[in-house]
């Protein structure tokens, strides 16, 4: 009987340590030393990603005043310059604004068009209609017609009989200007460069057609004077120039 307890007591001690072995062994999935940090502390913070410029968006440093690469991170993408398809009746040259939308398409052959991101005007000063790009000009000086004037006294110094504003990166005409004009006289209406990424899209300006100015560098560039242009008028309210 002594014997056979004897025996007992040793089973059960060498159960014992194997019990605690074991326990010892599975330990070793989980990591005991003090000097370890939780997981949940080493995982990396994340860190804010720049948008990458591309090319077409990089700065123009040789320009009469260096103008800035876009902050492409304040214009969304579908508001880039890109050529997609486009049918339409209009020749090519036309140029199509597309206010609803927020987009200008300068009409190319074989069913292509050249598509940029625009600004457009606020209800109430907002245009549309058929009309011709009288002419161009880089770095236009601003002169903010007498009706503008009368609304802002602030731009009085700017002012028509004052001479305008002249050119430059803080001129609202940015780099480049192409003057609209119906039946041989000037519409007030432009399109033109702008500074502002954050307005591309928007309906923010005094019935202007505002672009990035790399934009309105690359549509100058292409556009020759006399070109049709064809503004589709917004649901929500336009005025028209033409009937």
């Known amino acids: ?35 370890m940090r939780p997981a949940a502390d080493v995982t990396p913070t994340k860190t804010a990603v720049k948008a990458e410029v591309p090319p077409m968006y990089e700065a123009l440093p040789y320009e009469d005043f260096p103008i ?29 604004v597309d206010t ?14 050249m598509r940029y991101g625009i600004g457009v005007g606020r209800d109430g000063y907002a245009w549309s209609g058929h009309a011709i790009i009288a002419y161009k000009r880089k770095w236009p000086r601003w002169t903010p017609p007498d009706e503008m004037v009368a609304r802002q006294p602030a731009l009085e110094p700017y002012s028509i009989k004052n001479g305008g504003m002249g050119p430059g990166l803080k001129n609202p005409l940015g780099s480049r200007a192409l003057y609209i004009h119906k039946d041989g006289r000037d519409t007030i209406y432009r399109i033109h460069g702008s500074p502002e990424a954050w307005t591309i899209g928007k309906a923010v300006s005094s019935g202007c057609i505002r672009m990035l100015n790399q934009d309105v560098i690359h549509l100058y560039d292409n556009v020759r004077d006399g070109s049709k242009i064809v503004v589709i008028p917004d649901p929500k309210g336009s005025l028209a120039i033409t009937a």
């Not at 009987?1 to 004897?6: F, G, I």
């Not at 014992?16 to 062994?25: D, K, M, R």
């Not at 609803?100 to 068009?113: C, E, F, M, Q, S």
């Open 1 to 35: 009987m002594k014997d056979k307890k004897q025996n007992m007591t040793q089973l059960l001690s060498r159960r014992n340590f194997l019990i605690g072995a074991s326990a010892i062994t599975l330990s070793g999935c989980v990591s005991t030393n003090p000097n």
């Open 68 to 96: 800035p690469a876009v902050d492409v991170s304040k214009v969304p993408q579908k508001y880039w310059r890109t050529e997609v398809d486009y049918f339409t009746d209009e020749k090519p040259g036309t140029v199509i």
């Open 100 to 113: 609803p939308n927020k987009y200008l398409y300068h009409v190319l052959k074989n069913g292509r068009a």
